[in-house]
């Protein structure tokens, strides 16, 4: 079975603070993405990556940026966390490339105070 | 673009009952159709797929039908379970993109009561 799994799974941050997310998963995926979803509004995409050192940007990148210096691991950076980005934060990953099949990790539900 | 609307919740039901959810899609070209599933405190995993149109995707009780000629991808099962209970979204990946981006809907919780 694939296993994607978040570095944790509830995070409580001042504003201003910079964020780490982590997400790893263990099947040698090639395409990783970093969502959002909030009530409402769904699952929108921040940032997706196909590749190693490759990212490419989703639907909402402003105030994020992502690292993936390995195959398995792929960072969502908040480089100054805003109330506005309390949000619950999934992770996904693909293969191979132009699949449909995405496995998601169990989220992180962050909170910015 | 592309873009997905379902109906918004929640659907709330009996068990046993039958359930119907709505969407429908925009997009260019041949789209490909998923719906999704969100348990309580867990990441979303595929449901079903369609590829192309006519298509009927199912599984565990639940069916939907590609329709073209209604951009339409409705989930259905017919005796729904308290199990059941989650969230639940259609997405589409649209035709020919080499990446595997996919267009999600707003989601639609159900919750099914004994």
């Known amino acids: 079975d694939v296993k994607v799994t978040q570095s944790s799974r509830y995070l409580v941050k001042r504003t201003g603070e910079k964020v780490f997310l982590e997400c790893v998963q263990d099947?040698?995926?090639?395409?990783m993405f970093w969502y959002r979803q909030d009530p409402g509004l769904g699952l929108r995409l921040i940032y997706f990556?196909?590749?190693?050192?490759?990212?490419e940007k989703g639907d909402i990148p402003e105030g994020y940026s992502v690292s993936r210096e390995k195959k398995e691991r792929f960072s969502l950076i908040l480089e100054s966390a805003s109330t506005n980005q309390t949000s619950m934060y999934l992770c996904?990953?693909?293969?191979?490339?132009?699949?449909?099949?995405?496995?998601f990790g169990p989220g992180t539900r962050l909170t910015v105070t | 673009g592309n873009s997905v609307t379902q109906m918004e919740g929640p659907v709330t039901l009996s068990e046993e009952a039958f359930l119907t959810i709505n969407c429908t899609y925009t997009?260019?070209?041949?789209?490909?159709l998923f719906w999704y599933v969100q348990y309580p405190g867990e990441g979303l995993q595929l449901l079903l797929k369609?590829?192309?149109?006519?298509d009927k995707g199912s599984n565990k009780g639940f069916e939907a039908t590609y329709r073209k000629e209604t951009t339409s991808f409705h989930l259905e099962k017919g005796s729904v379970q308290v199990s059941d209970s989650a969230v639940y979204f259609c997405?589409?990946?649209?035709?020919?993109?080499?990446?595997?981006?996919?267009?999600f809907g707003k989601g639609t919780m159900l919750l099914v009561s004994p």
């Open positions: 997405a589409l990946k649209g035709g020919g993109s080499g990446y595997s981006t996919l267009t």
């Open positions: 997009a260019t070209g041949y789209p490909s």
């Open positions: 990556s196909y590749d190693v050192k490759m990212k």
């Open positions: 369609a590829t192309k149109a006519d």
């Open positions: 099947m040698d995926h090639e395409n």
């Open positions: 996904a990953s693909s293969f191979p490339p132009g699949s449909y099949e995405q496995y």
